[in-house]
């Protein structure tokens, strides 16, 4: 069973950037696609990044401001958010499958 942790978030002032981390242990399929989700406060989780093989799939316009990776080394992700605005706070979620993170909150504030 795998299992996923989520780190790097925090307290960022608008117009800064940070990096998430998400680390997947157990029996991961390299072949299976994992993403970041974000829940935004009051409403429902929604995809940020989707992440295959070498290659990405943002679903909204993010004008170049997020990018993901994906170690099959020591199986992580990463998202790095740049230019950070308010509307980027939310708790971050790593999903593998069926498999959630626990979450990392960032929030954007001044």
């Known amino acids: 069973q795998v299992q996923l942790v989520e780190s790097g978030g925090g307290l960022v002032q608008p117009g800064g950037s940070l990096t998430l981390s998400c680390t997947a242990s157990?029996?991961?399929?390299?072949?299976?696609?994992m993403s970041w989700y974000r829940q935004a406060p009051g409403k429902r989780r929604e995809l940020v990044v989707e992440?295959?093989?070498?290659?990405?799939y943002y679903p909204e316009d993010t004008k170049g401001r997020l990018s993901a990776s994906r170690d099959y080394d020591n199986n992580k992700i990463y998202l790095r958010i740049d230019d950070l605005i308010p509307a980027d706070t939310g708790v971050y979620y790593c999903?593998?499958?069926?498999?959630w993170g626990q979450g990392t909150q960032v929030t954007v504030s001044s």
């Open positions: 999903r593998y499958q069926n498999t």
């Open positions: 157990g029996t991961v399929d390299y072949n299976h696609d």
């Open positions: 992440i295959k093989n070498t290659r990405t």
